[in-house]
């Protein structure tokens, strides 16, 4: 959509005409004060266009619809202009530069030549008195460089040459001239459809000064619906209780006792996945297994991810094989009574790659898989006691689920409009969800008649693809440009995708489809449209963040991905490469290209594609070499698993968002990063790059005329290995920072605007580099990392960073005497990660007068911890408590029942008694009149032998 291209042009004006530190060589150019004005005015022209295609409102008006095609296309042309001359300024410079060098080889030739041949003249000889006195003070480099560039004027003049200030006023001119043309079209055509409106509401007749189009349909593109991990569903089930009991007596209540798979089939949205969450987390289903995990095929199946996820693995770096991955999980099913869940199966042979993972030991494990292909369904299950075709809803629970997701109360007049609406969805819950979001925006009568409306206008009795599309179109039609721009980018990543909020806010940062005000930073934005989106129902939550209070990760439904990807390659935006057969590019070219088929050649992507490239993602895990010298719009380079490896001949021009493998060189000193046996990558042209992430070292010191450059929108670096040198001026967040650098100077020369950083310690250093973090006055995220074989002691001198709000500690202990109790004089203190070793000891104890005032968030990962004393007092603002492999803590101190703000307690891999009193805490908490406290228990620990190993351990202590 225009929307799309528009607010990258905005975007692209703002970075290259309108910051405070635009490029050198725009300044040594002076191409900006003469510009100024006509970038101000497109700048200004191109907002008000957008501001007035979200108020006109006129969806499927074909008149409509070719203006907006029309204007992507002129703001894609102005655009490429831009970026384009901005490319040719600097090979151009380069040229120069080479043409120079020729020339004083050529001089320093011919001056040896002139010197020892004849004498020199006599002095003041052929000069004037000026000419010669200013010569004679020049110094012997820059008197080279003078007759270079005079030589240079005598062998290359002008060669009819327009100035590069000529070149942009040109290119400007005609783009506002071009985008006001379009706004007044744009007017007239809403003149004219208004009028025509008013005559029809007054019962006249008239001619439709315009063609009415119905909204477009096309294939649909089927993806998968699920996640990869299970996260507590606070999804609404309506009208699905009878399918519940059916699916739950399948599997615990059946008589067989063999291996038996149990299939759920229906429809792409019908609440397949949302079912079979529900089933896995109800507490008779927990109880009644010995072990539970859950995996998503999807359409195009991974046998190696499927492994991985039902291993519970997160890391993407294992190196074993498949073959080693099925044994272990075979291994660790046997002799227990499992219950495995496979979402969104397509295939027979998704089954196939796992069904000998599945140990029948006669214990009565279940597999319970969900599909919308019934043959896929009948091929598994032998048995029809095993399968459940799920159904669609009826009108009164349609209009309950619909409700719920308005979650406004409404008149008998709303009603009236809305039960027609909620009829043309067919029963069909997502389509339902979808369109709730969209009303619960709308906020008067009007409005809701008006979107009403353009649903009425099918006559299909029957929900089909086509049918579908329309409701899911009118729901993204009715989005506010920002936020449509941000929608149909979901696009790019691959089915079934857990997508990173933060990863796509900086994304979205790059394109150019957020950016930051005067009084709300970029990443307050983009949490704001994720919020906005997920309130719309048009994506769904997977994992909240520590504090509970921003979205860490989401995913989509499979029929709006699909739809992303349909309208972006519509648009000619996007090209997938899936499989084999999307390998294939047309001519077009395409603004975003979005690499997921392992065995994709890369080399086989033809220049035109590359000559529109802006943004280039691989989800491969395979390394890949493209060449991209000549691909110079590129912005965005993604590679999810870090398997790309740059070239040492890119240097790109416009790139804003990098992820990739090499070593990175921040600076124009040639050579720094090679010696030390590394590929690096100088990055001396990328002026506007914001986000870095690498997987070796980043390097950042003097160029070759001694100085910096300032990276003014450089905001995350994130490197692997170690960060080189004094940050630039602009940085954020920095990782990691090696306790070697963490000198008193090194720590005052960091920039004032640095928030966040990783500290990373393999000696004894730990306690001098946070007496030096304490200069960092605004510092308010920090980890601290030990590598060595021991744990470190930190000693009372972390109360300094007293603006400290986030703050994770890994392998290290406390030397003071209050030990853990310290970080209590941390005012500000939101968040606490504790991770592995024995940072406390076995007992904590927290005296009365010790309160973490502001604490919200505690996470305690892996500690040896056994017995906990506290008490509400002690944090009376928590709000989130996880426990992750604590396997000898005993309990949770049942002082938290009275923690008002309490919202959740997490147990993973714990003791039964810990999850026993995390449950009389909830108890308690309803018993006050919090109902919406909840405890999260995964892979809770044999209870039997747990207690059998304390006890012995114990013996042994007291002995």
Sequence with gaps: MACVVVLSLMRTLELEFLQPLPRPILQQKELIPCNKDLVLSLHNKLGFVLELFDESRMDGVEAIKELETKLRDVASRIENEIELQVVHLYKEEE??????????????????????????????????????????????????????????????????????????????????????????????????????????????????????????????????????????????????????????????????????IVSIKGMGGIGKTTLAKKIYEDPSITSHFDKRTWTVASQHHSQRQMLLHLLGSKDDADKRSEEDLALQLYQSFKRQRYMVVMDDVWSVEAWDALKTCFPDDGYGSRVLLTTRIGEVANHICTQNDFSHQMQLLEQSQSWKLFNEKACKSRSAEFEIIGRPVVEKCKGLPLAIIVVAGLFSKLNTLDEWKNTANALSSSSTTTLDDKECSRILSLSYNHLPHNLKACFLYLGVFPEDHEIKANHLAKLWLAEGLVKAFENESFDAVANRYVQELMDRNLIILSELSSCGRKTKRFRMHDLLHAFCMREAQNENLLHVVQSENSSYFSQKGFRWVSIQYEDFDVSTIHHFTWKNCRSFFSFVRRNLHPDFRNVNLLRVLFSYHRCIKLKNNVNPVHLRFLRVENSIELSRTHGFLESRGREGVELSRTWNLQTLFCEGRVSYRLDEGGKYLKFPQLQDIHCIDSFCGNPPNFVHKLRPIRDDDCSKEWITNIPACLKKVQIECEGNKINVCIANLAYLEQLEGLKIFYFGGTHNLINNGIVLLKNLRKLTLNNVGFVCDEKINILSKLPRLEVLKLEWKPFVGKEWEIQEEVVFRQLIALVIIGCDLKHWKASSQNFPKLEHLSIMYC??????????????????????????????????????????GNNDMVVIEEDTLDGSKSEKSLSEEESEEDN
């Design 887 to 928: 396997r000898e803590l005993r309990e949770i101190p049942i002082g938290f029942a009275e923690i008002s703000t309490l919202k959740s307690i997490k147990l993973l891999e714990c003791l039964p008694s810990a999850v026993e009193s995390a449950k009389k805490i909830q108890d308690e908490q309803r018993d006050y």
């Design 95 to 260: 040229e120069e530069e080479e043409e120079n060098r020729i020339f004083k080889g050529i001089l320093d030739i011919f001056g040896r030549f002139v010197d020892q041949t004849f004498q020199p003249p006599e002095e003041g000889e052929g000069k004037g008195e000026g000419e010669e006195e200013e010569e004679r003070k020049m110094p012997q480099g820059e008197k080279s460089t003078h007759h270079c560039q005079r030589l240079h004027q005598i062998l290359h003049p002008l060669r009819g040459k327009s100035h590069p200030c000529l070149k942009f006023r040109r290119i400007l001119y005609r783009a506002v001239q071009d985008i006001d043309a379009i706004t007044q079209e744009l007017a007239k055509a809403k003149e004219e459809y208004q009028l025509f409106e008013h005559h029809l509401q007054a019962g006249k007749k008239a001619a439709a000064p315009l063609n009415v189009l119905p909204i477009p349909t096309h294939q649909g593109i089927t993806m998968p619906d699920s996640s990869h991990h299970v996260s507590p569903s606070k999804e609404i089930m309506v009208g699905k209780q009878d399918e519940f009991e059916s699916i739950k007596e399948m599997l615990i209540q059946h008589p067989s006792k063999q291996l038996e």
